[in-house]
């Protein structure tokens, strides 16, 4: 027989599975004798009380041995199969193409940027000289722009797809299992490599093509049919299925279809700023402590707030983490952020932002391109008042707030360089206004957080896409063309790495064989 009981346990105990064992008899009230194994299924922090505690769902195997939960991909060959073109090699474009070779399809993964590993010079060159490969940059590459900007797997897509599954298959290659027993389940940036290099070997032995360095710069339709997509390098790859995965920053797919006359629309995004604290901080804040138990993980935070009827919320918060400088141009400021698998660096960051309807930009309603016009002439400004380099416009948070120019900032994480300058000249007025009124209410709501202490840097535009490629919602196909199935992220349907990997796989369900 099989129980499955909640449980509330100390960071003391949490790793001692005989303890755990003796918390369940007495709940259960059984013999010790009759547990034959458990199983943790779900593991969170409550750290409401005082006392900060672990909550963990336990099966409890009574007098019956333990049966161990395992995931295999039902993977089978592909090579001579129905060619699918994937545009994109993220977590949409991946997951897609695992579920083309469960499905009997053979997809061809089409990839501007680069392997994963080989993107790692490109990132360096960005940290330490701020110079942006156009084409292998924190966004573009193998894996996406999870893939070195933190792997975090929170989501709350569960509506859209199996999670499990998508979780599983990271396991499968390589990942900790721990992600799926964890409520904020994370991989890490230096592990993330190695996972996404699994992938995509299993999807070249099982007869799948992943062309990195080629770029798409065409999509052939006869009479409303896709029919094959053009590179730059002068190749043709023809099929009559095209799933366009590219991710919210390629912004030259948005020009393909506007040249060619294909429907877009304006979709608003959320604009800010990331704000980082000493991690100590958060810490001393969520768990009511002067220091972190060794057993806890650094502490995140989740913040939300309306202010003149504008709401500010916190946004991809990183522990213990590292802010990077995210542009895929050599003339624009874009930040993001991301965090280690130990989480344990000495920083806590997190975007804090507002949303950008429609209404807030002149033409958003009938111009496609309204929003993504505006969200770059910001990243160019804040370019500008950097004077270079991907050097960030910054402030002190009080100083911030207080309208005044920082006179020196607090050593941070990001490491091409900040600049000390009043971020009402980056801005819009009415995202400023509200970034004021909120921080000291999110310091009233956590202690500490409001303080000099911590940075602002500017700025966090890239949260999500401000064009939507329009798809049909049952068939997932573009209105006017057959076979081209717009997913995920850079489509306006997705916004993380799992909800854009469960879109790659309904669009792939979605395609008819």
Not at 170 to 179: H, K, L, P, Q, R
Not at 381 to 410: I, K
Not at 434 to 460: C, H, Q, S
Request: proline share 5%; with cysteine; glycine share 8%.
């Amino acid at each position: 027989m099989q129980q499955e009981i909640e449980l509330a346990i100390s960071p003391d105990h949490i790793y001692n599975e005989d303890f755990i064992i003796q918390q369940g008899v007495k709940k259960l009230k059984i013999s010790r004798d009759t547990v034959k194994g458990i199983y943790i299924r779900k593991r969170s922090i409550d750290a409401r009380s005082r006392q900060v505690l672990y909550r963990i769902r336990v099966v409890f195997y009574i007098n019956e041995e333990p049966q161990i939960e395992t995931f295999s991909s039902a993977l089978k060959p592909v090579a001579d199969a129905k060619p699918v073109i994937i545009i994109g090699a993220g977590p949409a474009g991946l997951f897609a193409a695992y579920r083309c070779i469960e499905r009997g399809l053979k997809p061809i993964l089409l990839e501007r940027g680069k392997a994963v590993r080989d993107r790692r010079r490109d990132l360096a060159k960005i940290n330490r000289e701020g110079l942006v490969n156009p084409e292998s940059n924190y966004c573009y590459g193998e894996g996406g722009a999870g893939t070195y900007s933190d792997g975090k797997l929170y989501t709350r897509s569960n509506k859209r797809g199996d999670v499990h599954k998508v979780l599983s298959i990271f396991v499968e290659n390589g990942a900790d299992e721990d992600i799926l027993i964890d409520a904020r389940p994370h991989i890490g940036t230096n592990k993330l490599p190695h996972i996404i290099e699994g992938m995509r070997n299993r999807i070249l032995e099982m007869g799948g093509e992943v062309h990195f360095d080629t770029k798409v710069i065409d999509i052939v339709e006869q009479f409303g049919q896709v029919k094959a997509v053009k590179t730059a390098d002068g190749k043709t790859f023809d099929a009559e299925h095209v799933i366009v995965a590219t991710g919210h920053s390629a912004r030259d797919i948005y020009e393909l279809f506007r040249n060619k006359d294909w429907l877009l629309e304006a979709k608003p995004f959320a604009l800010g700023v990331r704000i980082e604290h000493p991690q100590e901080i958060i810490d001393q804040a969520q768990y009511h402590c002067s220091s972190r138990h060794e057993n806890l993980p650094p502490a995140y935070y989740s913040l939300v707030e309306q202010v003149n009827d504008r709401g500010v919320f916190s946004f991809c918060m990183c522990p213990g983490g590292i802010i990077a400088p995210c542009a895929t141009d050599f003339d624009e400021i874009v930040v993001n952020g991301w965090s280690p698998s130990k989480r344990n660096n000495p920083h806590a960051n997190s975007g804090t932002v507002i949303q950008i309807n429609l209404e807030d930009v002149p033409d958003a309603a009938t111009n496609p391109f309204a929003l993504l016009d505006f969200q770059r002439q910001i990243e160019r400004q804040a370019f500008q008042l950097g004077g270079g380099n991907l050097v960030a416009p910054a402030q002190r948070m009080v100083d911030f707030v207080e309208n005044r120019v920082s006179r020196n900032l607090p050593e941070n994480s990001y490491k091409p360089g900040t600049k000390s300058v009043d971020l009402k000249e980056v801005l819009p007025d009415f995202v400023h206004r509200a970034l004021r009124g909120a921080l000291p209410i999110f310091g009233k709501k956590m202690k500490g957080y409001y303080t000099n202490e911590a940075i602002l840097v500017g700025v966090e535009s890239r949260t999500s896409s401000p064009v939507r490629i329009p798809r049909d919602k049952d068939t997932l196909q573009h209105p006017q063309i057959n076979g081209l199935y717009p997913c995920a992220e850079g489509a306006g349907y997705a916004g993380g790495i799992v909800s854009a990997a469960i879109d790659g796989i309904n669009c792939v369900d979605a395609i008819k064989i």
